[in-house]
């Protein structure tokens, strides 16, 4: 399945960034709309060298980062309900409710086949990821609140990833 998409996307003019940024994780193959994959290929063709790119590319880099980095030390991630009792700082609580909202508004262009809606929604969530990284400290010695924010940095970079893989552009950004 994943080398037949591949190679229809190459087909239509779709070069490696574009295909790698939408498929290079299996498991959203299995569960995207391969329909919906191609709009996303071509919408991220689109946005490369925007504000909109750089900051989703900039935001789940650094958030990726931390999370492969320091995850080895979480035994558990925290589910949201966990993170919502935890997390009470402003940045925290802000990113939690965008991660939420924009988990929700890629579902639903998922569900309608707008490949720019799941985009915007993943540029929008910019104010609240950039104000978490300038806010917040990732790595505290309380294990649990450490835990806490790894989890909703991982939410966040699985949200995004939803829609693909903007470090697939690596080189291209600006």
Same mark, same amino acid.
């Given at each position: 399945?994943?080398?037949?998409?591949?190679?229809?996307?190459?087909?239509?003019?779709?070069?490696?960034?574009?295909?790698?940024?939408?498929?290079?994780?299996?498991?959203?193959?299995?569960?995207?709309?391969?329909?919906?994959?191609?709009?996303?290929? %071509?919408? +991220?063709? #689109?946005?490369?060298?925007?504000?909109?790119?750089?900051?989703?590319?900039?935001? %789940?880099?650094?958030?990726?980062?931390?999370?492969?980095?320091? +995850?080895?030390?979480?035994? &558990?991630?925290?589910? #949201?309900?966990?993170?919502?009792?935890?997390?009470?700082?402003?940045?925290?609580? /802000?990113?939690?409710?965008?991660?939420?909202?924009?988990?929700?508004?890629?579902?639903?262009? %998922?569900? &309608?086949?707008?490949?720019?809606?799941?985009?915007?929604?993943?540029?929008?969530?910019?104010?609240?990821?950039?104000?978490?990284? /300038?806010?917040?400290?990732?790595?505290?010695?309380?294990?649990?609140?450490? &835990?806490?924010?790894?989890?909703?940095?991982?939410?966040?970079?699985?949200?995004?990833?939803?829609?693909?893989?903007?470090?697939?552009?690596?080189?291209?950004?600006?």
């Amino acid at each position: 399945m994943t080398d037949r998409l591949r190679h229809v996307m190459q087909s239509r003019d779709l070069g490696y960034e574009e295909i790698q940024v939408v498929t290079g994780d299996l498991g959203r193959i299995e569960q995207v709309n391969p329909a919906v994959l191609m709009a996303l290929a %071509h919408e +991220w063709r #689109r946005i490369v060298g925007t504000a909109v790119f750089k900051s989703a590319a900039e935001a %789940h880099k650094r958030a990726n980062n931390i999370v492969e980095r320091e +995850w080895v030390s979480v035994a &558990t991630p925290l589910s #949201r309900s966990e993170q919502q009792a935890l997390l009470t700082e402003t940045a925290e609580v /802000d990113l939690r409710k965008a991660v939420d909202r924009v988990s929700a508004e890629i579902e639903t262009a %998922h569900a &309608t086949g707008s490949a720019r809606k799941a985009i915007e929604a993943v540029g929008s969530i910019q104010p609240q990821i950039a104000n978490f990284f /300038d806010q917040v400290r990732v790595v505290v010695p309380d294990e649990r609140l450490r &835990t806490g924010r790894l989890s909703l940095l991982r939410d966040f970079r699985d949200v995004v990833a939803r829609v693909g893989d903007p470090s697939a552009f690596a080189g291209q950004s600006g």
